[in-house]
């Protein structure tokens, strides 16, 4: 009794389940949200790819989720420990835990360049915002073999600090502070963008789905948007979830973190949407357009240089909440595998992640000719993570759930025992054992080209 309590002391645990929910919130809320979704939502027709986004949300984000949670309670250790633990050992459910691993080791290597690109422009904005030449700012800035890095080592430094300083100490602390100013912003700035002269126009665009326009690749980009902003098939929220306490509520939390991070999204796209459209500028501009486009909104708009640092502070803010949870990941690995100390794990995962994402940012300037399969080396990073190791890594967990724990004792996990309601337990169950994992591998299989949806 006396080891199992030291070993919980050492690994921590959430103060109170706000903590956890914020955290996990954090984890899910992040460049996914405000990076990834409105350009998407943008280029994959508006309200349309808004559609297919919550489809993909309830059909398989928050069935997914539960079962990481359960997962996570139940094995108390990180994704390699908790497999290994569960399933007596064996080395093929070892396997799907590194894979888990190497998702965040691979994510955050590529994220942490963008977060650092982030760092930089809200420091420009502090000093009164960028002027004159953008789109050509943003060129020499990422094409610049230094500057970058410098950006990328400070937000990578910042995410280190949070994570050796412990769960409830500094990932807890942290996530209930950021979390609720994340929030004011996203909701400050939703209210002027749709308040600009013609952003009503981009408003009907996000709002107003053509069903017509639906198709195949709409649904698995969605599919791929919900891995990636959830975190979900990476072993974030497994991982967050081991730090719980046995009388937590399992089908109450699974619940608010999916709604905080839909918020989030859908929030990002007010901001963004309709501002490009106020302004005539394109919509679907890729991953530039929040350093491009919204940079010349913040521009022509009054007070721009101030809503442009509230902006990039927003950014910043759901950045390091994401960057947190995968760094605790890799961090959690060599504290319940090797017994490494917190403050040493974090340090030496954080440096060797900061190693495997200096490839990303030279990417976009001396090594802007190095091709993966018709990709840059960041480009590349981002769909092996999103599209391939994230379902596969969802697809075997589903798998462990139904084949190696059992449904029957997942719902036990869920529900203390039966003392907390579950009332869509029979349809978690179903959709875990039936339709979960078929539409996982057939997107999955779309992904690599072996057949077309």
């Excluded at 759930?401 to 869509?424: H, M, Y």
Aim: aromatic share 14%; net charge positive; with cysteine.
């Amino acid at each position: 009794m006396e080891n199992k309590e030291t070993v919980k002391t050492e690994r921590g645990q959430w103060a109170s389940s706000i903590g956890f929910v914020m955290a996990a919130a954090g984890a899910a809320v992040g460049l996914g949200n405000v990076w990834k979704f409105p350009y998407l939502t943008a280029k994959f027709g508006g309200g349309t790819f808004l559609f297919a986004y919550i489809l993909m949300l309830l059909f398989l984000g928050i069935p997914v989720l539960i079962t990481e949670m359960v997962l996570g309670r139940r094995g108390k250790l990180d994704p390699v420990g908790t497999y290994s633990k569960l399933s007596g050992g064996s080395s093929l459910w070892k396997f799907a835990g590194y894979v888990a691993i190497a998702v965040n080791f691979i994510v955050l290597s590529f994220y942490g360049v963008v977060g650092g690109w982030i760092t930089n422009y809200m420091f420009q904005y502090i000093t009164g915002g960028i002027k004159g030449d953008i789109v050509g700012y943003f060129g020499s800035f990422v094409s610049n073999p230094y500057a970058p890095l410098l950006w990328y080592a400070i937000f990578m430094g910042l995410t280190i600090y949070i994570v050796a300083r412990g769960v409830s100490n500094g990932i807890e602390k942290a996530s209930n502070i950021l979390m609720p100013i994340l929030f004011v912003l996203f909701i400050v700035l939703s209210i002027r963008a749709v308040t600009l002269p013609g952003a009503f126009k981009g408003l009907k665009y996000y709002l107003l789905p053509d069903f017509s326009e639906l198709s195949g690749t709409t649904f698995l980009m969605a599919m791929g948007q919900v891995f990636f902003s959830l975190n979900i098939g990476a072993g974030c929220t497994m991982t967050y979830a081991s730090y719980l306490s046995e009388n937590e509520n399992i089908p109450k939390l699974a619940n608010i973190v999916p709604v905080m991070d839909f918020l989030a999204a859908f929030l990002a796209g007010m901001i963004v949407i309709p501002s490009v459209f106020a302004f005539n500028l394109d919509p679907a501009a890729g991953p530039p357009l929040l350093f491009i486009t919204m940079p010349f909104v913040f521009e022509k708009m009054p007070l721009g240089t101030i809503f442009g640092l509230l902006f990039f502070v927003l950014m910043l803010f759901a950045a390091l909440t994401s960057a947190i949870s995968m760094l605790e990941v890799n961090t959690a690995l060599l504290v319940d595998n090797y017994k490494i100390d917190r403050k040493r794990a974090a340090l030496i995962a954080g440096t060797l992640i900061f190693m495997l994402g200096i490839p990303s940012s030279l990417s976009q300037g001396i090594l802007a000719n190095f091709k993966i399969f018709g990709l840059d080396f960041l480009s590349a990073m981002d769909f092996l993570a999103s599209y391939i190791l994230m379902p596969f890594g969802a697809f075997m967990m589903t798998l462990f759930v139904v084949r190696v724990l059992g449904l029957d004792e997942a719902i036990k996990e869920a529900t203390n025992d039966g003392t907390v309601p579950f009332g869509l337990g029979k349809i978690w169950s179903f959709l875990v054992k039936y339709v979960v994992p078929v539409i996982i591998f057939l997107v999955f299989l779309s992904s690599v080209g072996i057949i077309k949806i």
